[in-house]
């Protein structure tokens, strides 16, 4: 077969998975999409866009380091509350700027690795090394794990490089597996958002994902392969996650699943290790969605939509071509900086926030995702509020 007659097969069957994995995943793809530039994510817009950018926001984010951080006597923005929030964050920001230029794990793939062995481990076959790095994804402290095909449509254009533009990823185009690991965030931590304590639940899923994406990674690369971590970088965290089975996309933006709810953080790894892909799942969050605006309605700076899932684009923040729930990222960014801390209050609110370790959160979840929906809905008002709780009671138990 000539290399024309060869590039033609696989363009074909790269365009036939896309229509694939958009089948399973519920995923509309229209014909305006555009590749996601990190530059505009609005975190990043904030260090070059004056109309993001301003001395608040310096603040805010010089406030993840002690001094810097603005205390006072409300509930939850002690200096013990931010003592806890910046500590959680520490191991991350040593591992994130530990190279001048790059700020690995948000801007920039980790680099923190090994030399490996000079010749891949021959395994028996793709289903042993898959059932090999969900054993040790566990052991490395991954809450989740699941594995999906490299989809370059979710891969940045370019990620920022801390002056106003942006670069390569610098992640290969040839690795054709990807490890999406999830990490389970504190739920009575998060119980106490908005506060700076509530930030703490969030740091440690930083600081435990960075653990967990360079120990896998370093055993990959070990057993001869290549691998490559990353977190807020290089590539769309929610859309992997959704084709590795992980969950769904709720209305807030954030994955949804059944283990944790939203309450997780994400990391990926790129490999060229023969590993089988997983099955994307469906336990009727998107439907439920459609009846709920939990979120909507809890969100103070009304970032989240009460519309139906659609192309909308509120700013530059926004992912172009694709019909889905979007959130006003400059507004949601605001609050933050308002707060002098993050928020995840659409996480606490969602009904999918519990502890399903206990049964009849695992029976509610059955229902919310059958068209007994509005039912559980109804359960979830009455029996299961989701108030913001006093970071001085938790500090108390």
Not at 40 to 67: H, N, T
Not at 74 to 95: E, I, K, M, P, T
Not at 264 to 271: A, D, E
Request: glycine share 8%; net charge neutral; proline share 4%.
């Amino acid at each position: 077969m000539s290399s024309s007659k060869t590039e033609n097969t696989q363009r074909q069957n790269y365009f036939d998975h896309r229509r694939e994995i958009d089948e399973l995943t519920g995923v509309e793809v229209l014909e305006t999409f555009e590749k996601f530039n990190q530059r505009d994510d609005v975190f990043c817009r904030a260090l070059w866009d004056e109309g993001v950018s301003s001395q608040k926001v310096i603040d805010f984010y010089q406030g993840y380091y002690m001094p810097h951080a603005k205390a006072r006597k409300s509930d939850g923005f002690s200096q013990r509350d931010y003592a806890l929030r910046n500590a959680a964050w520490h191991v991350c920001n040593v591992l994130r700027e530990q190279k001048e230029g790059r700020r690995e794990g948000f801007h920039d793939h980790f680099t923190s690795h090994e030399e490996g062995w000079p010749e891949p481990y021959a395994f028996e076959s793709a289903q042993q090394a898959s059932d090999d790095i969900r054993k040790v994804s566990a052991f490395a402290g991954a809450d989740l794990v699941g594995i999906c095909a490299y989809d370059a449509r979710w891969m940045y254009e370019g990620v920022y490089d801390g002056e106003g533009k942006s670069k390569p990823s610098g992640i290969p185009d040839d690795l054709p597996h990807v490890i999406v690991t999830g990490e389970s965030m504190d739920k009575e931590l998060t119980s106490t958002v908005p506060s700076a304590l509530a930030g703490s639940a969030t740091g440690m899923g930083y600081t435990n994902d960075c653990v967990t994406l360079l120990t896998i990674t370093q055993y990959i690369r070990n057993l001869g392969y290549r691998a490559y971590a990353t977190m807020n970088d290089s590539a769309l965290a929610v859309p992997l996650a959704v084709q590795a089975g992980l969950g769904e996309g709720g209305r807030h933006s954030l994955l949804i699943t059944e283990e944790y709810g939203a309450r997780l953080r994400l990391g990926k790894i790129f490999t060229d290790m023969s590993l089988v892909h997983d099955a994307p799942k469906s336990f009727g969050v998107k439907e439920f969605c459609d009846v709920c605006n939990r979120c909507a309605k809890g969100c103070p700076p009304k970032a989240i939509s009460f519309d139906p899932p659609s192309d909308k684009i509120f700013n530059r923040s926004n992912l172009k071509g694709v019909v889905k729930w979007t959130t006003d990222a400059e507004k949601c960014f605001r609050f933050w900086v308002n707060q002098n801390t993050d928020c995840s209050i659409c996480i606490r609110v969602c009904p999918y926030n519990r502890d399903y370790t206990k049964w009849v959160n695992r029976v509610w979840q059955k229902l919310a995702g059958s068209r007994f929906r509005r039912f559980a809905l109804w359960l979830d008002d009455r029996f299961h509020p989701r108030p913001r709780e006093k970071s001085a009671g938790w500090w108390g138990n």
